[in-house]
Structure formats: C-alpha cells, structure tokens
C-alpha cells in the first residue's frame, strides 16, 4: 500500500510541477504516472551507480553535484515517456528540485516513509 501511495505522490509531484512551470510539459496525469514509474525505475537502477561514480565530485561539490544528477535522471525520463517534454537540461535541474520539494510535503502530510 505504501508503494502505491508514494507512486501517486510522485505523480502528483510531476503533474503539479509541470502545471506550475511553462518549461515542462504532461499531457495528462496518465503520463504524470508513467513518468513517475519510469523515474522509480531510473532511480532504483542507474543512480546508485552514477552516485558511486561521481562521489569525489559530490563531495567536493559538499553535495551539490546530487542536484545535476537528479536533473540527468528526470532528463533521461523524458526519453522513455511520450507525453512528457523539458526545454532543456536546466529545466530538468529545477524541474527536479520542485519534484522533490513537493514529494517530500506530500510525503510528510500524508506520513509515506
């Protein structure tokens, strides 16, 4: 049950943010649960290893570079799923940061660990 619910939480977060910036687009809230399908499945499988990579420049970065990285998994969303479009990598940086902003309120409110 939990897993569903952060599922929707996340699709939220990605429909709301492509509702608040003109700089991402969704079709629909259809797509809004693919791409947050597609992201949980990028980020269960290529961001551990990208992290691990990538590790002297976050720590000098003082975590910082996790910024670029989550922008580059939302970015690499973006191929796999139709409906959903970004101006450009930048885009995906905030686009990130916003998704995650409200992921994590969402989360908070609803009691999702």
Avoid: Q, R
């Avoid at 947050?36 to 720590?59: D, Q, R």
């Avoid at 580059?72 to 940061?97: D, H, K, Q, R």
């Amino acid at each position: 049950m939990k897993l569903i619910l952060s599922w929707l939480i996340n699709a939220v977060a990605v429909y709301a943010t492509a509702y608040f910036l003109d700089i991402i687009y969704i079709e629909s809230f259809t797509s809004a649960l693919i791409v947050a399908l597609v992201l949980g499945l990028i980020n269960a499988i290529i961001k551990p290893i990208l992290v691990f990579f990538s590790m002297p420049f976050i720590v000098v970065t003082l975590g910082l570079f996790l910024l670029i990285i989550n922008g580059a998994m939302l970015y690499l969303a973006s191929y796999f799923v139709s409906g959903f479009a970004l101006t450009g990598f930048w885009a995906a940086v905030l686009g990130s940061i916003i998704i995650s902003l409200i992921s994590w309120l969402l989360s908070a409110i609803f009691g999702v660990k």
